[in-house]
């Protein structure tokens, strides 16, 4: 998704997850390291307010999974993405 030829194709990807009526959207953390800790919560937090804005968010159920016991592995990013998942009704599940 951050490649220019990707991008366009995420769009569509999000379109055809939109239309549909009812939603579980399931997004996961990596057991392994990873370049980017931050990227599996970055498209599921674009999806969500992109649900938001075009007033379809609660037409879905959002979920995140991690292998941790918080958000983030950083205590100060985590805390305030734990209380966005709480205000926005994203389900945080942790070492899963």
């Known amino acids: 998704m951050y490649d220019y030829n990707y991008c366009e194709k995420t769009w569509r990807e999000f379109q055809a997850l939109i ?5 579980r959207l399931l997004f996961t953390m990596s ?4 370049k980017c800790a931050g990227a599996p919560q970055k498209i599921m937090w674009l999806l ?4 938001r804005d075009l007033g379809r968010r609660a037409e879905a ?4 999974w991690t ?9 100060h ?5 734990a209380a966005l998942a709480a205000s926005r009704d994203v389900n945080t599940v942790y070492q899963r």
């Open 77 to 81: 990013y985590s805390d305030q993405l």
């Open 19 to 23: 239309d549909k009526p009812q939603k």
């Open 48 to 51: 969500e307010d992109t649900l």
């Open 61 to 64: 159920s959002i979920e995140f």
């Open 31 to 34: 057991p392994t390291a990873i």
């Open 67 to 75: 292998p941790g016991g918080a958000m983030f592995g950083v205590k």
